[in-house]
């Protein structure tokens, strides 16, 4: 079971190199926590270790996303705070999801250049908590 902590998307991308790396193994879902959010590190990790059944404890079922939409203003002044001065990567979001569950959570399609210069889709979630700052939990390609 892949454990990190990262600056970017990197817990998905981890457990594909994994995969990859060792094709007899059994790559159980892994979990992953920004450096940023190591505040949260308790409640979430417990939260992902019982909705996993790693240890027992009463699962939650999180609501489904809603269905892509054009965005808003308020949508963009959301990203913006979450993800605007983020350095490694510059995503230009284009549609978003959301859900009430902790808040209000984002799921931004976006268009973010790779690491060649293209520009490709990436993904990019963003939790809007009852009070505080939005912040992002994981961007991936």
């Not at 998905?12 to 990859?20: E, G, H, P």
């Not at 790396?21 to 990790?45: H, Q, S, W, Y």
């Not at 270790?49 to 027992?56: F, G, H, P, R, W």
């Amino acid at each position: 079971m892949p454990f990190a902590t990262f600056g970017s998307g990197g817990l998905r991308s981890s457990s594909d190199d994994l995969r990859k790396a060792c094709p007899n193994a059994t790559v159980k879902p892994g979990f992953g926590i920004r450096a940023m959010r190591m505040d949260a590190l308790k409640d979430e990790l417990t939260y992902f270790l019982v909705q996993n059944d790693y240890i027992k404890g009463d699962k939650i079922k999180e609501p489904e996303y809603s269905a892509m939409r054009e965005l808003t203003d308020d949508d963009r002044a959301v990203f913006q705070e979450a993800a605007g001065d983020y350095k490694m990567v510059k995503p230009q979001p284009v549609s978003v999801a959301t859900r009430k569950f902790h808040g209000t959570q984002y799921h931004f399609r976006c268009n973010a250049p790779g690491p060649d210069g293209s520009v490709g889709p990436m993904d990019v979630y963003i939790t809007q908590p009852e009070s505080g700052k939005a912040f992002f939990t994981l961007m991936e390609r």
